[in-house]
């Protein structure tokens, strides 16, 4: 049936013309596409985007990632000088963006000597022997960073073993917020008849056991002799550490603890375009107990920048404080005294010892309001229940004055959530920046020492992302150089592995409702972090416009073998669309 008079129907003749014209746009848009620097295709894309993307194939240009799609049409972009990578069916996923980094201490630590992997009380003790062997008497023995707790034992050397085997050196195995030495460092130390609070005493004898905390540190006589580097030297050994975290997926870090000093590092890498990360830079909070509220906003506008300035490269982070001790060394602020194991373990001899709390929640308010002020984003060291308790406090008095939920403040470590703790954070807006290895290393010391039930509080990845809380994560690396053997790991599959599983590194599963998914566990390492840093809309997945930060994998992080996630290594790493780490399997 003929329809006639009707005025959406296109005359006949004219039909050979809109087909022309069609054509016409269809090839012009072919052609005047742009051409690709580089094209990555036959694979497995894992994007990250907000509806967990699955894709074939990306294109780069101008280290920008170009478009994502299917191979067919992603290849259709290529040119004569385009870098074409076929994938070979491997999983591709954003840049690892490490949350929680100590790595220019890390990079210098190993700068003299390797430091000894060290796994029982017999290996410390043989370790410190050799030691004694090659240097001469009353040169200093020094371990960086010795968690006793970490030993098979799960017990402090004694005063009286490291005595045995190191009569005529001074002893000293650091744990950052406690540590222990031998009699003949608290000789020359002037500690034997001090009456300094770090230094613990037996209570019947009234001696010095050897345990000290972090106050008392200052009275070790010990010359640091990384502090004498040259700058040359810090750079290639920052260098060194960067094409470690390259090689295990890293493209971006959260520099954990930083100064102005060590920004200069990375501005001198950046500036012999050396630089093969982005470094969100935390700077530490230039707090003085006696500062009135005009001298502290003084000391930090004098600090000359804020959160987020920078580019793409260097970013001014979170101003930081360090509220508590650390749970390994029993100085973390809990939510109720430490208790009777803790006591042996630790060597605490008061009944209702809590930990360390380093400030007031009066002095807490008085350092958010002006960091709010000033355009800074807040963050502290928080490794015990009381602690997270009194920063929430804090957080809460200052949000009655000006809303903080859009601010993006986080809390590092935590470790103890209550329920309501999660509760406050989510109304908030307050981050998580957690450190999975923390879970698979302690867990099993802190069971023996807290219990059960106040271990149900412990590392709670699903009841924290349930309730809307943005957890990222993180290694807290601090010494040494290699991803698995550091303290502590920084290999992100590993962190990965151990919040999917809740396996622990001593091989028991511990809270398993506390799981989460592999694609939580994913976004903990790239979307969630590039949040932290206010930079998910340059980074953390992988989607047209973002900066082309990729990682190639040995496996598929979505559907391998649960035991196998721990083991997954990139095969290809790139930053802005280069090359930095190669391995050589999709070459082969």
């Not at 094209?39 to 170009?66: W, Y």
């Not at 290639?236 to 959260?254: D, E, M, P, R």
């Not at 406050?424 to 998580?432: F, R």
């Amino acid at each position: 049936m003929q329809i006639k008079n009707n005025p959406f129907s296109i005359p006949s003749y004219l039909w050979s013309w809109v087909g022309m014209c069609s054509w016409t746009f269809i090839s012009a848009c072919h052609f005047n596409q742009e051409v690709a620097d580089t094209i990555l295709f036959n694979g497995k894309l894992i994007t990250v985007d907000k509806d967990f993307s699955l894709m074939e194939a990306v294109s780069i240009k101008g280290g920008r990632i170009l478009a994502v799609g299917n191979s067919e049409e992603i290849l259709s972009g290529k040119g004569d000088s385009t870098v074409i990578i076929d994938l070979k069916g491997h999983a591709v996923i954003p840049g690892i963006i490490e949350g929680h980094s100590h790595l220019i201490a890390a990079s210098k630590s190993e700068f003299f000597d390797e430091i000894p992997v060290i796994g029982n009380v017999e290996e410390t003790l043989e370790w410190i022997s050799a030691e004694v062997r090659n240097i001469d008497p009353g040169e200093w023995i020094i371990h960086p960073k010795f968690f006793f707790t970490r030993l098979e034992e799960m017990r402090q050397l004694t005063k009286m073993e490291l005595d045995a085997v190191a009569p005529d050196n001074p002893v000293f195995l650091n744990g950052s917020y406690g540590g222990m030495v031998n009699t003949k460092a608290l000789e020359v130390s002037g500690m034997m008849d001090s009456n300094h609070s770090g230094i613990l005493k037996d209570s019947n004898s009234g001696e010095a056991t050897g345990m000290i905390r972090s106050s008392a540190f200052k009275l070790l006589p010990i010359e640091d002799k990384l502090s004498d580097l040259s700058m040359e030297q810090q750079l290639k050994a920052l260098q060194s550490l960067i094409l470690n975290y390259n090689k295990i997926g890293i493209t971006s870090v959260v520099s954990g603890k930083g100064t102005l000093k060590e920004l200069e590092l990375f501005g001198q890498l950046k500036d012999k375009n050396a630089l093969n990360i982005r470094v969100f830079h935390n700077i530490m909070y230039p707090y003085h107990p006696d500062a009135t509220t005009e001298e502290l906003r003084a000391a930090v506008k004098d600090i000359g920048y804020k959160t987020e300035d920078g580019d793409e490269w260097i970013k001014i982070g979170a101003l930081k404080t360090v509220l508590d001790g650390g749970v390994l060394t029993g100085t973390a602020f809990l939510r109720a005294p430490w208790g009777e194991v803790a006591r042996e373990v630790y060597g605490i001899t008061d009944n209702e010892y809590r930990g360390e709390l380093f400030h007031s929640k009066e002095t807490l308010v008085q350092m958010i309001t002006v960091a709010e002020e000033l355009g800074w984003k807040f963050t502290a060291h928080v490794t015990g229940g009381g602690a997270v308790d009194t920063l929430l406090a804090a957080f809460e008095a200052v949000n009655h004055v000006n809303p903080i939920d859009k601010k993006r403040f986080s809390i590092i470590h935590g470790n103890f959530f209550t329920s309501e703790a999660i509760k406050k954070m989510a109304q908030l807006g307050i981050y998580a920046d957690m450190q999975p290895a923390w879970f698979f290393k302690d867990t099993q010391l802190l069971l023996k020492v807290l219990g059960q039930e106040r271990m149900q509080t412990f590392h709670p990845y699903h009841s924290m992302m349930e309730a809307g809380i943005m957890v990222n994560g993180g290694s807290d690396h601090m010494v040494k150089l290699d991803p698995e053997t550091s303290i502590n790991p920084y290999n992100p599959f590993l962190g990965m592995w151990s919040v999917i599983t809740r396996k622990t590194e001593r091989g028991d599963i511990i809270n398993p409702s506390e799981a989460i998914s592999r694609r939580n566990a994913l976004e903990m390492y790239t979307i969630n972090n590039a949040y932290a840093s206010f930079e998910e809309d340059i980074k953390g997945s992988i989607e047209e416009g973002k900066l082309a930060d990729l990682v190639v994998l040995s496996d598929d992080l979505l559907s391998c073998p649960e035991s196998q996630i721990r083991r997954i290594t990139p095969v290809l790493t790139l930053i802005d669309g280069r090359v930095v780490y190669d391995s050589g399997v999709l070459s082969r």
